[in-house]
């Protein structure tokens, strides 16, 4: 595997299911992301991850839990969600958080919570 | 706060035509420019970025951007759009806080034969 996986590539929930989204970068970058990518909206930064410490939680509601084990690995945790989640969640890597880093992008998790 | 607008929601060109792009921006200093790519089924590629230094900038796939600081823009060019071109291209800033970049709405271009 090259670059940042994510798994699955398609999730379809209920409302009081629980279930996790899985990110992997393999560039050996210090920081991650997660996005959420919604129709006509631009993409909303949800969590920030740098060596594994959480720098930024942009007003996420708490049904949204993410985690990072290790530098490669990040992982957001779902459950009780809402219809209006339904969306393409992205995970992202950069090197570092300087405003130059490239970000690298995942293909993103197709998310529909019925 | 920094903003970016994407004036064209979808843009409809035939193939080999020329193309180009509209971004504006809102933010007090030089930001960080980057253009990416979303084809479907994907994740967003980096096209482009601008820092500082020449207002004109070479990408990946044949495109180029021009930052007119007077204009507040960074529109994106190709001289000839191929069909594998048709895809959404986001427009992104970032400020000198850091890691926090501000995408746009997107433009979704359709390339007809």
């Known amino acids: 595997e090259t670059g940042v996986t994510q798994t699955p590539r398609h999730l379809v929930m209920g409302m009081t299911n629980k279930k996790s989204l899985k990110c992997e970068q393999h560039?050996?970058?210090?920081?991650m992301y997660w996005y959420k990518q919604s129709a006509k909206k631009p993409l909303e930064l949800m969590f920030v991850?740098?060596?594994?410490?959480?720098?930024e939680n942009n007003s996420v509601p708490s049904r949204f839990s993410p985690e990072c084990p290790n530098s490669s690995h990040l992982f957001l945790h779902l459950h009780t969600l809402q219809p209006e989640d339904s969306a393409l969640y992205l995970c992202?890597?950069?090197?570092?958080?300087?405003?130059?880093?490239?970000?690298?992008f995942g293909p993103g998790t197709r998310l529909t919570v019925l | 706060a920094q903003s970016v607008t994407q004036p064209d929601i979808h843009i409809t060109v035939s193939e080999g035509a020329s193309l180009e792009l509209r971004c504006n921006y809102s933010?007090?200093?030089?930001?960080?420019l980057f253009w990416y790519v979303q084809s479907p089924g994907q994740g967003l590629q980096l096209l482009l970025k601008?820092?500082?230094?020449?207002?004109l900038v070479q990408g990946i796939k044949g495109f180029e951007a021009e930052f007119k600081r007077s204009q507040s823009s960074f529109n994106l060019r190709k001289p000839s759009v191929h069909w594998s071109d048709a895809a959404e291209y986001f427009c992104?800033?970032?400020?000198?806080?850091?890691?926090?970049?501000?995408f746009g709405k997107g433009t979704s271009l359709l390339v007809t034969p």
């Open positions: 992202a890597s950069s090197w570092g958080l300087a405003p130059g880093d490239e970000q690298f």
């Open positions: 560039l050996g970058h210090n920081a």
């Open positions: 991850y740098s060596l594994e410490e959480r720098v």
């Open positions: 933010y007090g200093a030089t930001p960080y």
């Open positions: 601008y820092f500082s230094g020449d207002t």
């Open positions: 992104a800033v970032g400020a000198g806080s850091g890691y926090a970049l501000n």
